[in-house]
């Protein structure tokens, strides 16, 4: 088993969107984008990491019309990509909007000029359709939290602990 403990000094904009501009994982375990993926899914982020290779490795469709060996011509990719301390890429973004039901932002900070690339499950999107957002500098993702997003899993915690304790 593994203990993750995120610590996350907030800031927020006009818009009330909560950027964890400076976060400290303290794990054994590190990878940004599964890391970041773990705050939205309250999943530890091996279990994501596990859930995506082993989507992987069943050669399921990773983007429409695109399946894993069509994508990936080295299958040893999967193999390295079950190591904690390999990085997750687009690939992987694809892969948890298709298990998950995920549309992800990623917001792209690397450039001058900031932009969004979306990413959306096979299908498209639709109301069950869970939209996430996470910021990347060309070499790391972080989490972007929605005010009200926030404050409804703190208060889903809270609620879990309280029954928990009974």
């Not at 091996?46 to 995506?52: S, T, V």
């Not at 390999?86 to 948890?96: D, F, K, M, Q």
């Not at 899993?153 to 309280?162: A, I, L």
Request: net charge positive; with cysteine; proline share 2%.
């Amino acid at each position: 088993m593994f203990l993750i403990k995120i610590e996350f000094i907030y800031t927020t904009n006009d818009n009330n969107n909560i950027f964890s501009n400076n976060y400290r994982f303290i794990t054994k375990i590190m990878s940004c984008l599964f890391n970041s993926l773990a705050v939205f899914l309250d999943t530890p982020s091996q279990e994501i990491r596990k859930k995506i290779c082993d989507y992987l490795e069943a050669n399921n469709e990773v983007i429409e019309g695109l399946n894993t060996k069509d994508i990936l011509k080295d299958l040893e990719y999967i193999k390295k990509m079950r190591d904690p301390k390999t990085w997750g890429s687009a690939i992987e973004i694809n892969c948890a909007c298709n298990i998950w039901n995920l549309q992800i932002i990623v917001k792209n900070i690397r450039d001058d000029v900031s932009s969004n690339i979306e990413f959306i499950p096979i299908g498209g999107k639709n109301s069950n359709t869970r939209q996430i957002k996470i910021s990347w500098n060309g070499n790391h993702y972080e989490p972007i939290k929605d005010l009200q997003e926030k404050l409804k899993n703190k208060r889903k915690r809270s609620k879990r602990k309280k029954n928990k304790s009974k």
